[in-house]
C-alpha cells in the first residue's frame, strides 16, 4: 500500500466521499445528487442495471470525470482541485479493474502486469528491461497471489477470460493502490469465473486492507461479497444497506428498489435462477 501522499486522513475519516455531486452530459442527467460515504477498508458494490451510472460514479473516482456540481473527496483531497503532479500521485494510489481486461495481448502476461507500474519508470521503456529486478519479483509474486505464477511468459492472449481478469487484478496491484475500484469485472465472465474472481478481490482487500468500489448487476454476487450494497437507478441512490443479515428472501425486494420494469425484474430474477441452477 503506498504511503507517500499529499493529505493523509485518518482512519476514522471515510477516504471516498461524494457530497450532492451531479454530473450531465448535455441533456442526459449521469449522476443526480449524489452523496455517499466509503470508510477505510470496506467493499461496497454499486448495484444497478446498465445505464444506472454505476460506471459513471466510479470514473469520479479518479478524476477520469469531473462533477457537473458537487464534490468529490478521494484520500484526503478534493479531486476537482488537483492537477499535475498532485493529480498524478492521487491516480497511483488508486488501481481500476476493467470489464474487457484492457490487457495487451501480444505481450506476456509478466508484461502485463509490470505496466502497473509504468508511472515509476524514468527513462525508455523497453520492454522487461525497462524494470528494475526488485519490480520484476514483485510482479511475480502478485502473479502468485492470483495463482498465474506459471503463467508468467505465456502471451496473454492465450489465457481464458477469467485468467486475463486475474491478470488485471495484479496488474492493479503493481500500484500498491490504496483502493481498487472495479467496473463490472466479472460481466463477461462464466459463473464459475465470476465466483473465483470476486473471492479473489475480496481475500487480497481483507490481506492488504484496501478499500473497494465494484459495479455489478449480479443480485447474488453482490451479497455473497461484498459489506455494503449502494443501489442505482437512473443516476441517484436509491438504496444504501449493509449486507450483514441480509436474507435471501429480500434480493428481490431489494433489486425491485433498483430495476425501472416489471420487465427488467423479471429478467433480473431469470439471472438468479440461472445462476442458482449453475451452481
Same mark, same amino acid.
Given at each position: 500500500?503506498?504511503?507517500?501522499?499529499?493529505?493523509?486522513?485518518?482512519?476514522?475519516?471515510?477516504?471516498?466521499?461524494?457530497?450532492?455531486?451531479?454530473?450531465?452530459?448535455?441533456?442526459?442527467?449521469?449522476?443526480?445528487?449524489?452523496? #455517499?460515504?466509503?470508510?477505510?477498508?470496506?467493499?461496497?458494490?454499486?448495484?444497478?442495471?446498465?445505464?444506472?451510472?454505476?460506471?459513471?460514479?466510479?470514473?469520479?473516482?479518479?478524476?477520469?470525470?469531473?462533477?457537473?456540481?458537487?464534490?468529490?473527496?478521494?484520500?484526503?483531497?478534493?479531486?476537482?482541485?488537483?492537477?499535475?503532479? $498532485?493529480?498524478?500521485? #492521487?491516480?497511483?494510489?488508486?488501481?481500476?479493474?476493467?470489464?474487457?481486461?484492457?490487457?495487451? $495481448?501480444?505481450?506476456?502476461?509478466?508484461?502485463?502486469?509490470?505496466?502497473?507500474?509504468?508511472?515509476?519508470?524514468?527513462?525508455?521503456?523497453?520492454?522487461?528491461?525497462?524494470?528494475?529486478?526488485?519490480?520484476?519479483?514483485?510482479?511475480?509474486?502478485?502473479?502468485?497471489?492470483?495463482?498465474?505464477?506459471?503463467?508468467?511468459?505465456?502471451?496473454? &492472449?492465450?489465457?481464458?477470460?477469467?485468467?486475463?481478469?486475474?491478470?488485471?487484478?495484479?496488474?492493479?496491484?503493481?500500484?500498491?493502490?490504496?483502493?481498487?475500484?472495479?467496473?463490472? $469485472?466479472?460481466?463477461?465472465?462464466? $459463473?464459475?469465473?465470476?465466483?473465483?474472481?470476486?473471492? #479473489?478481490?475480496?481475500?487480497?482487500?481483507?490481506?492488504?486492507?484496501?478499500?473497494?468500489?465494484?459495479?455489478?448487476?449480479?443480485? &447474488?454476487?453482490?451479497?455473497?461479497?461484498?459489506?455494503?450494497?449502494?443501489? #442505482?437507478?437512473?443516476?441517484?441512490?436509491?438504496?444504501?444497506?449493509?449486507?450483514?443479515?441480509?436474507?435471501?428472501?429480500?434480493?428481490?425486494?431489494?433489486?425491485?428498489?433498483?430495476?425501472?420494469?416489471?420487465?427488467?425484474?423479471? @429478467?433480473?430474477?431469470?439471472?438468479?435462477?440461472?445462476?442458482?441452477? @449453475?451452481?
Amino acid at each position: 500500500m503506498s504511503t507517500d501522499m499529499s493529505t493523509t486522513a485518518d482512519n476514522t475519516s471515510p477516504v471516498i466521499s461524494l457530497a450532492d455531486v451531479t454530473k450531465r452530459f448535455g441533456e442526459t442527467t449521469a449522476l443526480d445528487s449524489v452523496s #455517499l460515504e466509503v470508510a477505510r477498508g470496506e467493499m461496497v458494490v454499486l448495484l444497478g442495471l446498465s445505464g444506472s451510472g454505476k460506471s459513471t460514479l466510479l470514473r469520479h473516482l479518479n478524476a477520469l470525470e469531473q462533477p457537473t456540481s458537487g464534490d468529490v473527496t478521494v484520500l484526503g483531497d478534493q479531486v476537482s482541485r488537483l492537477r499535475g503532479r $498532485p493529480l498524478r500521485r #492521487l491516480r497511483s494510489r488508486v488501481g481500476f479493474i476493467f470489464q474487457q481486461f484492457e490487457l495487451v $495481448p501480444s505481450l506476456t502476461v509478466l508484461e502485463n502486469v509490470l505496466t502497473g507500474a509504468l508511472a515509476t519508470i524514468r527513462g525508455p521503456r523497453l520492454g522487461l528491461f525497462g524494470y528494475s529486478k526488485a519490480r520484476k519479483l514483485e510482479a511475480l509474486g502478485h502473479l502468485d497471489r492470483v495463482g498465474l505464477l506459471d503463467r508468467a511468459y505465456q502471451r496473454a &492472449d492465450t489465457l481464458s477470460g477469467g485468467q486475463q481478469q486475474r491478470v488485471a487484478i495484479a496488474r492493479a496491484l503493481m500500484q500498491r493502490p490504496d483502493i481498487l475500484l472495479a467496473d463490472e $469485472p466479472v460481466a463477461s465472465l462464466d $459463473p464459475e469465473s465470476s465466483e473465483q474472481v470476486m473471492r #479473489l478481490i475480496r481475500e487480497i482487500a481483507a490481506a492488504d486492507g484496501l478499500t473497494v468500489v465494484c459495479s455489478l448487476h449480479q443480485v &447474488d454476487l453482490a451479497i455473497s461479497w461484498a459489506d455494503r450494497i449502494v443501489g #442505482l437507478r437512473h443516476g441517484a441512490v436509491v438504496l444504501d444497506t449493509p449486507v450483514e443479515g441480509l436474507t435471501k428472501a429480500e434480493v428481490m425486494e431489494i433489486y425491485g428498489r433498483v430495476a425501472t420494469s416489471t420487465a427488467e425484474l423479471e @429478467a433480473v430474477q431469470n439471472e438468479l435462477l440461472a445462476a442458482e441452477a @449453475a451452481r
